[in-house]
Each structure stands twice: as structure tokens, then as C-alpha cells.
């Protein structure tokens, strides 16, 4: 059985850099093909996909937010990190990570998700 | 990027009767290689992750009630619930994973 859970800070202040941690059971992120991914969805509006981490490191993100985006893996832990630097109130969203479905790029388990509010 | 467009942006429909969401993509989703669209519908209950409902366009989700079906090909894409249940309440959304980055249409919200 798939799960995934996100876990961290609900309150960042502009400027500021978040990491969001994603724990997972259920698959390796050692098995080829395998992939955790990270969406977001601000309160009212619609899915943005950000990032994916595959089984080798290799790494994708989303092309309007690269340049603060990283996302790393620790397979020991069963984790993958997701960083978002320069914080804008713009960024309050709910954060997912997902499983993806081998060699493909939908999502076919999601963590509940983690709501990450931008104020000062 | 890929821009997938979901219309009506709402909907009411009674139960029992049957519920249409569009989606339209910027390009075609149909893979030359395969055949087959690269396109995903997804269906979101208040305060829950989305729940993938359909993928390959047409194939349904292991548990996923035969009343819900997608179909279209190319960049023209519907999903339909035959007769709708109080439970299929939610926002639906269809995502291309054709190119990346993944994208997703701006959600229909269905409601009775």
C-alpha cells in the first residue's frame, strides 16, 4: 500500500525559504522508473505541478519556477525534499507530493497535502 | 507549456442524470509511438487530494465506477458521468503528461 505524507512549516514570511518534506512507504525510490513529484494548488484555484525526483536523481521542474525550486531525495529515510526559496504571499498554497505511475507522468497517489500560508 | 482548457468552468446537474466535462489542449496529446492520448482526469473532493479517475484518456482506474468514462482523442477530451451520485460532487480536472511540464486544466465543479 502506497502512502505519502508532506510535513512542514505552515507560516513562512516573504523572503524566506521553504522546505517541505515528503515521507513515503509503499515503493522504493530505488526501483527503476519510480518518481515522487510535488503539485501545489493555491486556496480556490487549480493544480501547478513543480517538480519530480526519479529513482536515478535524475530531476525535473516546473520551467516558470526552476530557478527557486530544488528537490532531493534521501532513500534511507524514504524521503524527498522540496525547497522554495524567495517566498511571496503569491506561493500560499496547499503543497502535494505524488507518486508517479512507472515511466509515466500522472499521479496516481497523493500525500493529504500541507497548507503553506506566505504572510508577515 | 501545454494549455489545457476545461469548460464549463460549473455545473449543476440532478442525480441520475448525466454530467459532460470538456477539456481542450493547446496541441494533440495523441502519441504517434503508442496510439494512445497522454491525458488524465482527476477528481477532487473539498479538503481532499485529487483521486486519479482515468488515464491513456479512456482507461479507467482500477476502483473506479464504471459510470465515469473518458473519451475523446487528439485534443478534444470529455469526461462523463452516466448518472451522477451525490458522491461525485467535487472539482474535476484534466492534466496532458504528453510534454513537460505536466499541466492541468483550471478545474470544472460539479455540483447537483
Known amino acids: 500500500q502506497i502512502t505519502l505524507k508532506e510535513s512542514g512549516p505552515t507560516l513562512v514570511k516573504p523572503t524566506q525559504t521553504l522546505t517541505l518534506t515528503c515521507t513515503f512507504s509503499g515503493f522504493s525510490l530505488n526501483t527503476d522508473g519510480v518518481g515522487v513529484g510535488w503539485v501545489r494548488q493555491p486556496p480556490g484555484k487549480a493544480l501547478e505541478w513543480l517538480a519530480l525526483?526519479?529513482?536515478?536523481?535524475?530531476?525535473r521542474y516546473s520551467p516558470s519556477l526552476k530557478s527557486r525550486l530544488t528537490i532531493t531525495k534521501d532513500t534511507s529515510k524514504n524521503q524527498v525534499v522540496l525547497t522554495m526559496t524567495n517566498m511571496d504571499p503569491a506561493d500560499t498554497a496547499t503543497y502535494y507530493c505524488a507518486h508517479r505511475r512507472l515511466q509515466l507522468w500522472f499521479f496516481d497517489y497523493w500525500g493529504h497535502g500541507t497548507v503553506v500560508t506566505v504572510s508577515s | 507549456d501545454i494549455v489545457m482548457t476545461q469548460s464549463p468552468d460549473s455545473m449543476a446537474v440532478s442525480l441520475g442524470e448525466r454530467a459532460s466535462i470538456n477539456c481542450k489542449s493547446s496541441q494533440s496529446l495523441l502519441s504517434s509511438t503508442n496510439h494512445e492520448n497522454f491525458l488524465a482526469w482527476y477528481q477532487q473532493k473539498p479538503g481532499q487530494p485529487p483521486k486519479l479517475l482515468i488515464y491513456w484518456a479512456s482507461t479507467r482506474e482500477s476502483g473506479v465506477p464504471d459510470r465515469i468514462s473518458g473519451s475523446g482523442s487528439g485534443t478534444d477530451f470529455t469526461l462523463t458521468i452516466s448518472s451522477l451520485q451525490a458522491e461525485d460532487v467535487a472539482v474535476y480536472y484534466c492534466?496532458?503528461?504528453?510534454?513537460?511540464?505536466?499541466?492541468f486544466g483550471q478545474g470544472t465543479k460539479l455540483e447537483i
Open positions: 525526483i526519479f529513482w536515478d536523481d535524475d530531476k
Open positions: 492534466q496532458q503528461y504528453y510534454s513537460i511540464p505536466p499541466t
